[in-house]
C-alpha cells in the first residue's frame, strides 16, 4: 500500500477557493462577456473592473481549473463554458451558481451550527418561515431560483427524455415544474406527447416564456396550483423533479399518494434526484446535496432508491426501479 | 469529440459543500475521537453532539469523500485521516484545516471585493495592519498559525529532506522556520547537519518544543530575529519556505539579497512554495494560493520558477533552477 499523504485532504478542505473563483467569475458574467470572442487581460479588467492586483491571477486560475483557455494572451471560453455560462444562451446553467454565490456559500460557513442544531441557515431560519413563501414573494429572487433549477436539471432532464419509455404514454404532468425544462426536453424528444407543468401561480409567466421559446406554446401548457392544497393534474405519467428531497417524511409520503391517485392504472410515477446510492458510501454530492437540504430547509433531506422504492410501494405502486441518468442523479419508477 | 457537459462546472461550483463538510469534521475534532477506534453513529452523535437530523448525512458524506470508512455500523478513520488529522499525533496536519474554517472560508466569501478592489479581506483590511502584528499578539492564535503552516509543509518538507544534496553542506538556516518542520526533517535525515530555525521571538517556545519532541535539541537551534530588521543569520544552505508569496515585490527581493549575504561562495538559496509554472496554465493550487495572499495580505503574491530565478539572478546567484517536490509544491535553488 502507498503510505498516506496529506494532499487529498489538503486539497478537500482548500476546495472552497476553486469553488468560490468560477462563483465570482459567474458573479462578474465573464463567461458572457467572453462569449463575444477571445480578449486580452488589460480588456477584460477594464469591462469587468478588476483590480491590476488581482486580474491575471483570477484569469490564469480559472485557466487552471479548465473553465478558461488562454492563446497568445487571449483568454477565451472553454466549449463548457462558452455553452452553460453564457447568460444569453438558452442553455445557461449559472443560475445555480448565482444562488450558490449569492446565498449558499454564506450560509454554508455556518455547517457546524447546522449539524449541532437540526435547524437550517438560510433565510427559513429567521423565525421558521417556508423558505419557498420567502423566494415566491420576490419575482427577482424567483426568477433567479427557476433558472438555478433549470442549471442543476439540464443533464438529467435530456437523458430521462431519451431514456424513459415514452411510447407507451399520451400525456405527462411535471410537478414543481419551475422554468419547465424537464417537460420542455420530453415533449421536443417526443413529438406525440401532451405536456403539463403544474407549479404555483407567480411561475406560470416564467413556464409560458421558456415554453414559448421553445416553440411548444401548443403542446406544452402550464396548470397553476400547489401541490399542498390541491390535486396532482392527471396523467398518463407524473415526474417529481428535485422536489421530494425539499420535504419532510410525512409530506414526501403526501406526494406519492397524490400522485398515484393522479395516474391511472398502467401509468407512472418518474421521482429524480440526485438518489444516493443503497450503501450511502458512494454518491457523495447525493449526500451533500442533503446536508443542502439540512441548511436550506426545516426538514428536507435526500433518500436512497432503496428508500423511495419503500415508500412507492406503500403508496400502492405495484412494482419500482431505479435507473442511473447523467452524474450524480437517477430516476425512480413506479409502476401503478 | 464528446459534447460538453455541465457536471464539471456544478461540482466545481459547489465545492465548496465538500470543502466546509471536512473543515466541520475538522472543528468537531471527530477524527481524534475516532483515532480512539471504530464507533456507532449514535456514538459519535453523543460525543461531538450532532443532532439526529444532520448526523447520518454528515458522516456518510465523509464516507464517500474517502476521510471516512463505514464497516458493519461501524465509523473509523482512513489510513490517512487516522495519519494526518488525529490532534494526538506529531503528524497533525489538520491547523491548517483549523484555520482555513475559522478565517479564510468567510474571508474568501469577499473574493468578488478583493478582485475589484486589490485589498485583503482577512485581520489586514480593518485599519490596514500588518496581519503577521495581528497573529502573533495572540500567544493562541500563533500556535494555530504555526500548526497550520507545518501541516501545508509537511510533505514538501520531507521531499527536501530526500532530494536535496546535503551532503554537500554543513550548516542549514530556515527563514521564517514557524514550528521548524522543514529543518527538523532536514536534520532527521542528515546526521552531520547543523541546522538554525530564524524567526520572531514569540515563535521561541513553539519551535524548541517541537524540535525537542523530535530529538534534535542539540543539533537544532533557535535564532529569534526579523527578518526586516536583522540580516539572516549565515549558513551554508538558506531556505524560504512559504515565505516570500507573502510580500510585495519589493520584499521578496529584499529577502533574497539578505539571503546572499547570508550565504558564503558555493552555498544555495532554497526557496519552496506552490510555485506556478511557467505557463501559468497548470498549477491551479498555486495561482489560488495567489489569490488566498490577495485576502490575506497587502501584497503578497504567488509566482513562477522563471519569475523566481528572474530574481535570484539579480540579486548575483551565478546558477538556479527549478526541482518539483510533491502536488503542488516545487523548490528554487540559487547557487552563489
Chains 1, 2 share one sequence.
Not at 90 to 111: C, D, H, P, Q, V
Not at 158 to 180: C, E, H, L, S
Not at 244 to 250: K, S
Request: net charge negative.
Amino acid at each position: 500500500m502507498e503510505a498516506p499523504a496529506p494532499d487529498h485532504l489538503l486539497k478537500l478542505g482548500t476546495g472552497f477557493w476553486a469553488s468560490k473563483v468560477l462563483l465570482s467569475a459567474v458573479e462578474f458574467e465573464l463567461f458572457t462577456v467572453l462569449a463575444e470572442g477571445p480578449q486580452t487581460l488589460a480588456a477584460i479588467s477594464s469591462r469587468l473592473g478588476l483590480h491590476p492586483r488581482a486580474a491575471r491571477d483570477f484569469l490564469d486560475a480559472l485557466v487552471a481549473l479548465n473553465c478558461l483557455e488562454r492563446n497568445d494572451g487571449h483568454y477565451a471560453n472553454t466549449p463548457s463554458t462558452e455553452l452553460f455560462l453564457d447568460k444569453n444562451k438558452s442553455t445557461y446553467i449559472g443560475g445555480l451558481l448565482e444562488m450558490a454565490n449569492a446565498r449558499l456559500y454564506g450560509f454554508w460557513g455556518n455547517l457546524t451550527t447546522a449539524l449541532r442544531t437540526g435547524e437550517p441557515q438560510s433565510e427559513a431560519s429567521r423565525g421558521g418561515e417556508d423558505p419557498f413563501k420567502v423566494l415566491y414573494s420576490d419575482p427577482d429572487r424567483l426568477r433567479n431560483f427557476l433558472r438555478a433549477m433549470t442549471g442543476i436539471s439540464r443533464g438529467a432532464n435530456m437523458a430521462i427524455a431519451r431514456q424513459f419509455p415514452w411510447n407507451d404514454y399520451k400525456t405527462v404532468v411535471d410537478v414543481g415544474t419551475a422554468q419547465g425544462d424537464l417537460v420542455v426536453h420530453v415533449a421536443l424528444a417526443n413529438p406525440d406527447l401532451q405536456g403539463t407543468g403544474f407549479d404555483l401561480p407567480p411561475v406560470g409567466p416564467v413556464f409560458e416564456e421558456y415554453v414559448t421559446a421553445n416553440g411548444l406554446a401548443g403542446r406544452v401548457r402550464f396548470n397553476p396550483g400547489s401541490f399542498f392544497d390541491d390535486p396532482i393534474p392527471k396523467g398518463d405519467v407524473v415526474m417529481m423533479g428535485h422536489i421530494l428531497h425539499d420535504w419532510d417524511l410525512e409530506t414526501k409520503n403526501m406526494l406519492i399518494r397524490k400522485a398515484y391517485d393522479a395516474i391511472p392504472a398502467g401509468g407512472a410515477l418518474l421521482v429524480y434526484e440526485s438518489i444516493i446510492d443503497d450503501d450511502r458510501s458512494q454518491n457523495a454530492f447525493g449526500l451533500l446535496m442533503s446536508l443542502n437540504m439540512l441548511i436550506e430547509t426545516p426538514g428536507g433531506f435526500d433518500y436512497t432508491g432503496a428508500d423511495c422504492i419503500g415508500w412507492m410501494k406503500e403508496a400502492g405502486f405495484r412494482d419500482a426501479r431505479v435507473e442511473h441518468l447523467v452524474g450524480p442523479e437517477s430516476m425512480v419508477i413506479g409502476f401503478k
